[in-house]
Structure formats: structure tokens, C-alpha cells
């Protein structure tokens, strides 16, 4: 009924495509053997490294987040390793599958679907490999099917403590550029991103940061399947390569507006503005709570993601409100992925070109659907969201 107008694909990934981003791609097919288009990938390649604060190397693929997931496992174990995966929702069992598919052994360590990942279980296991067979420990900064967000420097931590030489590899596809990480700060080895998330590109390229360490690790292995080999692709006298075939031509420029977004906001300022979205959402929905079943997925705040925000009802509820948002009001929620039932949950991607009359409509139209569905839940939700944005915008 009042769904016509600018719709909003309020789902974690594909996030809301810039315009800018749009119009950058609107344009002939360039020459990929020179000129331009050649000048362009180089310069991705520093500003890359820095959206995920690393002076190590940027690969970049043409591949979504899963492909992601095999070129960095491609590059650094073998059929017959042993990889230690840290579960916080369907997302890091996925890369431990992908693995599993390579022959790679795999051990998981589930934290369930409401908490991050517990350091203390991940040294105790790290402890027991008295052999030392581990080759990688596998983790998200943020799982996008539980909304749960990953302290990365904890995970470090404790394999420091351990004395273990087992490489990091961190799974940041739902949030960089929209959750606070620094790789190298972390103590992270590998990173993995891809582009239809907090960088705002059309889904298709993949990129991997990999430090020395990692490097090293990938020269001990006696062969490296060759599309997914990092090696050529951070080789600055053959950027044809890059690709193993043609660039991505658009994506490519895509991608250059969608990072001088971000440069022209600044890192920091671009983590505040999640951050207070998020906290917008939150404030909503503990509001909702207190007068019925809705209630946020995680609850410490702590474990919380700036960029996707799971919510429980009871089952069927969320689907009925995930419906009423899109055919009544032209917004698309997340589906309840990977959870049981589905039907009793919802998720908000607020990541990338977001802001606050986005997220405060997206919240004045969940608080109309819970209305016209008779679910019961306390008055007020926006209000306090709305509050939440104006104590921190300031005057
Ligand atoms: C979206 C996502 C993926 C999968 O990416 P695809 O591009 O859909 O293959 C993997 N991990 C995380 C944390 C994600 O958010």
C-alpha cells in the first residue's frame, strides 16, 4: 500500500549501492591491456591495504566472499592439515566446510549463536595440539548470521600465550568498513573481504591481505592452485594478472569511488557513524522488549556488530513483520539464516551508504508492522532511537 517509492534493501549484503558508485560504472568497456584502467587497479591497491589496516599485501579476485574463503585457504594448507575454526553462526563453519572440501582437516570450536568466541577455549585448544598440526586458526570478525562481532586481538592473544605458530585468518566479508578493524593491530595474518558489503561495490571481487608470515607459510607448500595463487596477483609489474584473464572492469571502477568514499569521510568518522546507527537499533528494539518477545540476538553489547543486527521473536512472527515491512512499506529485511526456526528471526544490515533517515525509517516501519500485527511490544522504540541519534549528533 505504501510501497512504491525508493525502495530499501535493508539485508546484510548487497548493501545500498552508492549513486556515486553506480555512475561510475556507466560507461564504454576501457582497454584492459593499458592506459587508464591500468593506473586505476594500482592505485586500489594502497588504499585497500589501508581499509584494512595492514602494510602486508592486497590480492584482489574476481570472486564473491566465498571464493574469498578458498583463495586464502588455497595459498596456505594442504590436504591433510588441520585448521581450527572458531564458530559463532553458520559463517565460520562455511569456511571450515570450504576447507573440508580441500581435504583440510577441520576442527570446530562452537560458541553457539549468542556470544562471541571465548579465548580461554581457543588457548585450551590450542594447548592440546601438542603436535603442533594446526596450520590456521579460521575466524569472523563478525558473523553475519547471529549479528555477534569478534574481538580479534583476544584470539591473537591467546595463541601468543600458547607459543602456537598457527596463522590468523580472519573472515571480515560483513563488516570492514563498517565494524572498528585493524589487521595488523589484531595480530591477524589474513584477512578476507569482498566487495557488496561495508565497500559498497556490486558483489564479484574478493580480496585477500596477507602479511609475510602468511607469505611463508604459502612457500611451503608443494603447489598452489593457480587461479587462487596470491602470489602473481600482488605483483606490481603484471597487474594483467591481477585477473588470470580479463579485469573486472567495472567493478574496478566501482570499487575507486566507493574508496574515495570512504577517504573523503575518514576511517574513524565512517566506523562513528555505525556505531551510532547501531546503537539506534539497539535502543529501538530493548524498547520494544520491554513490552513483549522482540529482544536483540546478543546480548552484550560488546559481542554486538556495528553493521547487521539479528532479532528474536517468537516463531513466525518474523517472517509475518519481514513481509509486512516489504509489501506494505518498501523495506526488505534479512532473512533468519541458518537459525532454528527461521521463521522467529529477523536481520538489519545497516552497513556502508547508510545513515540515520535510513535506519530511522527502517525503525518506524518495523514499530508499524508490530502495530498492524498486534505483536505486543513497549511504546516507544523510535522515540528512544531517535534520542539515541540526537544526544550524539549534538547540536
Ligand atoms: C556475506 C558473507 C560471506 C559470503 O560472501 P558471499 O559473497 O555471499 O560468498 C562470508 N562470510 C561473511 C562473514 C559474510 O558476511
Known amino acids: 500500500m505504501f510501497a512504491n517509492g525508493l525502495p530499501y534493501l535493508a539485508i546484510p549484503g548487497p548493501s545500498v549501492m552508492p549513486d556515486r558508485v553506480l555512475r561510475a560504472m556507466q560507461r564504454p568497456s576501457p582497454n584492459i591491456y593499458t592506459g587508464a584502467l591500468h593506473d586505476l587497479t594500482h592505485s586500489l591497491i594502497p588504499d585497500?591495504?589501508?581499509?584494512?589496516?595492514?602494510?602486508?599485501?592486497?590480492?584482489?579476485?574476481?570472486?564473491?566472499?566465498?571464493?574469498?574463503?578458498?583463495?586464502?585457504?588455497?595459498?596456505?594448507?594442504?590436504?591433510?592439515?588441520?585448521?581450527?575454526v572458531l564458530a559463532t553462526g553458520v559463517f565460520c563453519k562455511g569456511w571450515g566446510e570450504m576447507a573440508q572440501g580441500l581435504g583440510v582437516e577441520v576442527e570446530v570450536l562452537d560458541f553457539g549463536e549468542c556470544a562471541a568466541v571465548d579465548?580461554?577455549?581457543?588457548?585450551?585448544?590450542?594447548?592440546?595440539?601438542?603436535?603442533?598440526?594446526?596450520?590456521?586458526?579460521?575466524?569472523?570478525?563478525?558473523?553475519?548470521?547471529?549479528?555477534?562481532?569478534?574481538?580479534?586481538?583476544?584470539?591473537?592473544?591467546?595463541?601468543?600465550?600458547?607459543?602456537?605458530?598457527?596463522?590468523?585468518?580472519?573472515?571480515?566479508?560483513?563488516?570492514?568498513?563498517c565494524d572498528r578493524y585493524r589487521m595488523d593491530a589484531s595480530g591477524a595474518d589474513v584477512t578476507i573481504?569482498?566487495?557488496?558489503?561495508?565497500?559498497?561495490?556490486?558483489?564479484?571481487?574478493?580480496?585477500?591481505?596477507?602479511?609475510?608470515?602468511?607469505?611463508?607459510?604459502?612457500?611451503?607448500?608443494?603447489?598452489?592452485?593457480?587461479?587462487?595463487?596470491?602470489?602473481?596477483?600482488?605483483?606490481?609489474?603484471?597487474?594483467?594478472?591481477?585477473?588470470?584473464?580479463?579485469?573486472?572492469t567495472h567493478h574496478l571502477f566501482a570499487l575507486r569511488e566507493a574508496l574515495d568514499m570512504i577517504k573523503e569521510e575518514g576511517l574513524e568518522a565512517v566506523w562513528a557513524r555505525?556505531?551510532?546507527?547501531?546503537?539506534?537499533?539497539?535502543?529501538?528494539?530493548?524498547?520494544w522488549g520491554q513490552g513483549g518477545p522482540l529482544r536483540l540476538n546478543v546480548p552484550d553489547p560488546a559481542a554486538r556488530s556495528r553493521a547487521i543486527t539479528s532479532v528474536v521473536m517468537e516463531p513466525g512472527q518474523a517472517d509475518a513483520l519481514r513481509d509486512w515491512v516489504e509489501?506494505?512499506?518498501?523495506?526488505?529485511l534479512g532473512i533468519g539464516l541458518g537459525r532454528d526456526p527461521a521463521s522467529a528471526y529477523?536481520?538489519?544490515?545497516?552497513?556502508?551508504?547508510?545513515?540515520?533517515?535510513?535506519v530511522l525509517g527502517v525503525l518506524?516501519?518495523?514499530?508499524?508492522?508490530?502495530?498492524?500485527?498486534?505483536?505486543?511490544?513497549?511504546?516507544?522504540?523510535?522515540?528512544?532511537?531517535?534520542?539515541?541519534?540526537?544526544?550524539?549528533?549534538?547540536?
Open 193 to 248: 573481504a569482498a566487495s557488496q558489503k561495508g565497500l559498497m561495490t556490486p558483489p564479484g571481487m574478493g580480496f585477500v591481505w596477507f602479511n609475510a608470515k602468511a607469505d611463508a607459510q604459502r612457500g611451503t607448500l608443494a603447489r598452489v592452485s593457480r587461479y587462487w595463487d596470491w602470489r602473481p596477483r600482488v605483483d606490481p609489474d603484471a597487474y594483467w594478472k591481477y585477473f588470470d584473464g580479463t579485469a573486472p
Open 48 to 84: 585497500l591495504k589501508s581499509v584494512a589496516g595492514t602494510t602486508g599485501n592486497a590480492a584482489i579476485y574476481i570472486a564473491n566472499g566465498h571464493g574469498t574463503w578458498e583463495a586464502a585457504l588455497a595459498n596456505v594448507v594442504a590436504e591433510g592439515d588441520r585448521v581450527l
Open 119 to 177: 579465548p580461554d577455549r581457543v588457548e585450551a585448544a590450542l594447548r592440546a595440539d601438542t603436535k603442533g598440526r594446526i596450520r590456521a586458526v579460521l575466524m569472523v570478525l563478525v558473523d553475519t548470521s547471529t549479528g555477534v562481532l569478534n574481538d580479534v586481538r583476544a584470539v591473537r592473544s591467546a595463541m601468543d600465550a600458547v607459543g602456537h605458530h598457527a596463522l590468523l585468518m580472519v573472515d571480515a566479508i560483513a563488516s570492514l568498513g
Open 327 to 332: 509489501q506494505k512499506a518498501g523495506v526488505t
Open 274 to 287: 555505525h556505531d551510532g546507527l547501531a546503537r539506534a537499533i539497539w535502543a529501538a528494539c530493548e524498547v
Open 364 to 395: 518506524a516501519t518495523i514499530e508499524a508492522a508490530l502495530a498492524a500485527l498486534d505483536i505486543p511490544h513497549g511504546p516507544g522504540g523510535v522515540v528512544a532511537a531517535s534520542s539515541c541519534l540526537a544526544e550524539l549528533a549534538g547540536a
Open 346 to 358: 529477523f536481520r538489519i544490515g545497516h552497513m556502508g551508504h547508510v545513515n540515520a533517515h535510513m
